[in-house]
């Protein structure tokens, strides 16, 4: 691959070599790290390094992926996100929630357009203004970028081999779905999509850089997540924490026998209660892989579950401790013997429904 790209960047900048429009210097420049041709450790980085160690590597690309993501998630609501936060829907929340929006991927790259629209805090209109401009001179930019590093030089063969090295047994967008992979006639094959966690047409510059690709189930990738301008957890950093969890709530109408796993008449909720950081990320991310709604067929799972806990009693385990002490089973050894899960939250990305099961048994009494 990166002799792919060395051979188009040579190219590109025998013949093209535009300007990058929000620096004034070729676009080339962008991987050469102001040596006058390409970097290869840049290269290396980019292709192969997380994006915190990108970023503080070379600046340069940093400011370019905080003007992509400016520009791609801009189409936010704006009344359901000053609702989501608690605050009224009044002007002076509005222009707050815009201007703190735009500090967080405010660089020099686009000052100038910042000058050019000062008011873009007022309102909708003057917003989406601002925004058109950045994004003009983003979409010009990312054309050039794209005849340099494009995604078609990694063939079908070596994504499967990436995914397979990679090591993800679960989908990581839902946590519901085994990633296998398998041989087929001496060639590495899997069950995964390779999804962009940012959109290779949107952050071209990322294409195929290793720490962007995210095996997923074809359900996640393929009919949920898209291309869609929503920031969403991003799963090499971040999980559901201890304040995302699966609850069944207690209602007046709620049967015992439903409690007791005798039947799915029950309601399985999923709680975000965190305002953390990441939580705009964990909000959207339910709500963008629907994730309420896909666990609602996963209830006669619960069911199983909130039986086995039921008739798992402390005095049963005692005994069940006492006829297997010759094995020395751990805890968590215990759990998979009982639950099929060992119930600890490192192990989550080992087996699909895990986070489910953790809730369900630890949080659910």
Known sequence: ??????????????????????TQLPVSALLENGTGSLDPLLLHTLLTFSFEDIYSKYPDIGKYMKTCQLV?????????VLQRKGKQNRQLEREAFREEYVATYRTDWIEPILQNHSDYAKN?????????????????????????????????????????RMGIDVCPYCNRQF???????DKFKTTADLDHFYPKAHFPLFALSMFNFVPSCQ?????????KGIEILYP????????????????PDTKIGSI???DTDFELELIHEGTGPDSTAIHNSIELFNLSKVYQSHKDYVRELLYKKNAYSESYKGDL????????????????????????????GKRPLSKLAYDIIQRNS
């Open 1 to 22: 691959m990166e002799t792919d790209i060395q051979q188009s960047y040579v190219f590109y900048r025998n013949t093209v070599n535009n300007v990058n429009p929000f």
């Open 72 to 80: 791609f998630y801009s189409n936010f609501q704006i009344t359901k």
């Open 124 to 164: 909708t209109d003057c917003f989406n203004r601002f925004i058109q401009e950045v994004s003009g001179k983003l979409e010009r930019l990312n054309g050039e970028i794209k005849q340099i590093i494009d995604y078609e030089n990694m063939d079908s063969e070596f994504r499967h081999i990436l995914l397979n």
């Open 179 to 185: 990633i296998t992979q398998f041989m087929d006639r």
């Open 219 to 227: 359900i996640c990738n393929s009919r949920f997540k898209l291309d």
């Open 236 to 251: 090499y950093n971040s999980g559901f924490n201890q304040d995302t969890y699966f609850h069944i709530p207690l209602r």
């Open 260 to 262: 007791l796993g005798e």
């Open 321 to 348: 401790m006492s006829l297997l002490g010759k094995l020395n089973l751990s805890a968590k050894e215990m759990n998979l013997f009982q639950y099929g899960f060992t119930l600890t939250e490192d192990e989550f």
